[in-house]
């Protein structure tokens, strides 16, 4: 290994690839108008987003009203853009509390191994024998919804799939040599599992975070949708649509743009894990 | 050297690996009805309620007694097809599981019968375009139509196809005494949502596979052979191609029961999921267990099924001591 000079040199690699990468180009653009509208929301919306007036409800798109109004009369183009806000926040945090716990979880269970492996293993194993829509719906019927049981339902849920994932990678680096020197150094085990093998498993470990950022964002929306995610008064999209739906016969721009922005979120977080891991392939 | 026993061994190991699991997720199902709510009557009942009322319920449901012999007096019955009793209808529940559960099973089996094809199509064609823009875009669509949320492609399916076009029915509810075909007509634009997620990875296994097999040796020794280009396909690269894909789409028989929650409910469908849904609403936790501890056992006995289906189909271990 030329020391010194490879890291650098792959990194620069990487910053190539990232670049000539259109998919994570187009997907970090998308990513990045979504989050300026979550950062901004009511600032950079044309109109009042919780204001109702009630002598417009329901107004088809206009002028006036780009995307129409709600039942209320509300401006539908300014909520949709405030409506990134909750979902931008619940879905990373829900994410990076998964990637925190699964990481640990799965360098102790990797290089620790025996009895320990084993049987968080078989759990593991079983709580993937159900949907996660289903095990989030059953633990908030449980625990009660608010955006912080989100956020920790969906944490724990990804702890078992991430740790799953770091294990495997941990397995790998266990037999190296540099594992082997820092044990006949005499160091502990906690040291050489974060100090030795993390920086080793990261890089797998953000790759797998922003498959999990996309999958975080199904389910929060989906969640809300069914009543068991973020809560109203929110202008989250999901909510939107849950409110909106009965009437998708006569007045679709209630619904169809909302969908239009859940669809855009998930597929550009998508586009950006795509672009990533062809990077870290580099 | 594989011999049959060994695949015999192999398939009795797997058999008994997932009635552990089953056991496991029984326990961690019970768990969460029982133990997350704290107190199963003051969940039930509401905050508002009489602390003596509370008392009364939780005794009559037997939550007072210790968990371990909760837990067995509730394993051991459901295993004797008593799934308890709903609070929500005072009735058993173990019957409207079993109507859920066979509707879904339409439902899924259409989607089923839809994706399966169409993904394999895909994936194959993706793999004889391997590295190509067309390859590019149909993986790129295949991931991007699996991340995007069934009620989001629900939407957009009723806009287009119910209100817009008015060719088929916005929901799944048919009328009274419908016929097959009838019925079929309204499960249409349910299963298309499911369609469209499932879509990418029916057809990335596929490309894969396909790719794998293509540049395999026996494909090599096909071609040159001078078998056409059709008997090359049929015979030697599909055969080995979509064995991966039948253990995929077990897996998704699994994640599938998580779509159905949102689809069933969102299309008026009277479904194991949207059964789940209103049970989590109602916090009816008896329904609610056994609705979920049902769906891990049909995921349990596909995975078992697929492992069979995989032995019997694969060519290297089929002629092996026949």
Redesign the interface.
């Known amino acids: 290994m030329s020391a010194g000079i490879a890291p650098v040199s792959l990194a620069r690699e990487r910053l190539n690839v990232a670049l000539r990468s259109s ?1 994570l180009i187009a997907g970090l653009a998308i990513l990045t108008f979504w989050i300026v509208c979550a950062l901004l929301g009511a600032r950079i919306a044309p109109q009042d987003p919780y204001a109702d007036n009630l002598l417009a409800t329901l107004a088809p798109p206009s002028p006036a009203h780009w995307f129409g109004t709600d039942q209320l009369g509300r401006d539908i183009l300014s909520r949709v853009i405030v409506g990134a806000r909750d979902i931008l926040i619940v879905a990373p945090l829900a994410t990076l509390l998964g990637t925190v716990l699964g990481t640990c979880l799965g360098l102790c269970i990797g290089y620790l191994r025996g009895a320990l492996d084993d049987v968080v293993s ?2 593991i ?11 989030a ?7 009660g919804t608010s955006n912080t049981t989100v956020v920790l339902v969906i944490g724990f849920v990804f702890t078992p799939l991430i740790a799953r994932t770091v294990r495997a990678a941990v397995l790998v680096e266990s037999d190296l040599d540099y594992v082997a020197a820092a044990q006949l150094r005499g160091d502990g085990a906690l040291a050489i599992m974060f100090i030795e093998i993390l920086p080793n498993v990261l890089p797998i470990a953000v790759v797998e975070m922003t498959v999990r950022l ?2 975080a964002i ?1 389910f929060v ?2 969640l809300s ?4 995610g973020i809560q109203p008064p929110s202008a989250d999209w ?1 909510i939107a ?1 849950a409110e909106n ?1 009965s009437l ?2 006569s007045y ?1 721009w209630t ?2 743009f909302d ?1 239009g922005a ?2 855009s979120l ?2 550009g ?3 950006v894990t ?1 672009g990533m891991s062809s990077v870290f392939e580099t | 050297m594989i011999t049959q026993s060994a695949i015999l061994r192999f398939l009795t190991k797997r058999a008994l690996l997932s009635l552990a699991t089953l056991a496991i997720l029984s326990i961690v199902v019970f768990l969460g009805g029982q133990l997350l709510p704290g107190d199963v009557g003051r969940a039930v009942l509401g905050p508002l309620a009489d602390a003596r009322a509370v008392a009364v319920f939780n005794h009559q449901v037997g939550a007072d007694r210790p968990l371990v012999i909760q837990y067995w007096d509730w394993i051991s019955h459901f295993l004797a097809g008593d799934m308890g009793t709903s609070f929500t209808f005072r009735a058993p529940v173990a019957p409207f599981i079993g109507e859920a559960l066979v509707n879904s099973l339409k439902l899924a089996g259409l989607a089923f019968v839809l994706v399966v094809p169409l993904g394999i199509a895909g994936g194959v064609w993706a793999a004889m375009h391997v590295g190509r823009l067309g390859d590019r875009g149909l993986v790129l669509l295949g991931q991007s139509l699996g991340v995007v949320p069934e009620f989001i492609s629900s939407i957009v399916l009723i806009l287009i196809f119910g209100v817009w076009l008015r060719w088929l029915p916005m929901s799944a509810d048919w009328p009274e005494g419908a016929g097959p075909l009838t019925q079929l007509r309204y499960l249409i634009l349910p299963s298309l949502p499911l369609v469209l997620v499932f879509f990418g990875y029916v057809a990335r296994v596929a490309r894969v596979g396909t790719i794998e097999a293509l540049d395999a040796d026996y494909t090599r020794t096909a071609i040159l052979k001078g078998l056409s280009t059709g008997q090359v396909m049929r015979r030697h690269v599909l055969r080995n191609a979509l064995l991966p894909t039948i253990t995929v789409v077990a897996s998704l028989l699994g994640y599938l029961a998580g779509g159905l929650v949102v689809i069933e409910t969102l299309f008026h469908y009277r479904g194991i999921g949207a059964l789940i849904y209103a049970a989590a609403r109602a916090k009816d936790f008896p329904m609610l267990e056994a609705g979920v501890l049902t769906v891990g056992a049909v995921y349990a006995l596909a995975s078992v099924l697929a492992d069979l289906l995989s032995a019997a189909l694969n060519p290297r271990l089929r002629t092996i001591g026949a």
């Open positions: 998919t078989r759990v194993e079983a709580v993937q024998a159900l949907p996660l829509v289903i095990v719906l059953m633990a908030l019927a449980a625990v996309g999958y199904f929306a989906s949708f069914i009543g068991f999901g649509i739906y998708i016969g679709w619904v169809l969908a859940t669809a998930v597929i977080v998508n586009l795509d």
